[in-house]
């Protein structure tokens, strides 16, 4: 089974740094697509980034070159290390894996999810 937890948001200032983490307290995530997702207030949720262990990662365009995907060497946890953070980053993560290796951007592909972490960025 697996049973997915996020830690690490806050609140922090335009142009500070979060890093978010997601551990599975069940199997590694080496046989898994991982994920992060978000969604703000009012709006649908997105993808944010995606990582098959040791093999590739994705990326929205939104984040690309501010956002880091990565996993520990034991694949027990995934990491979002996030800089130079927006205002318009202001969401609730949500981390999420999938039984296929195929760094997919939509939710429906994903088949476990985490219960959220919020970050705010402030202005």
């Known amino acids: 089974q697996v049973q997915l937890v996020e830690s690490g948001g806050g609140l922090v200032q335009a142009g500070g740094s979060l890093r978010l983490s997601c551990a599975n307290s069940?199997?590694?995530?080496?046989?898994?697509?991982m994920g992060w997702f978000r969604q703000a207030p009012g709006k649908e949720r997105e993808f944010v980034a995606a990582i098959i262990w040791r093999v590739n990662t994705a990326y929205a365009d939104s984040v690309k070159g501010r956002f880091t995907i990565s996993t520990d060497n034991a694949a027990k946890t995934v990491f979002l290390q996030m800089n130079g953070l927006k205002p318009e980053d202001t969401a609730v993560y949500y981390c999420?894996?999938?039984?296929?290796?195929?760094?997919?951007?939509?939710?429906?592909?994903?088949?476990?999810w985490g219960q959220g972490t919020q970050v705010t960025v402030s202005s």
């Open positions: 069940g199997r590694t995530f080496s046989s898994y697509t």
């Open positions: 999420a894996a999938d039984r296929r290796l195929r760094l997919a951007t939509n939710g429906y592909e994903y088949d476990y």
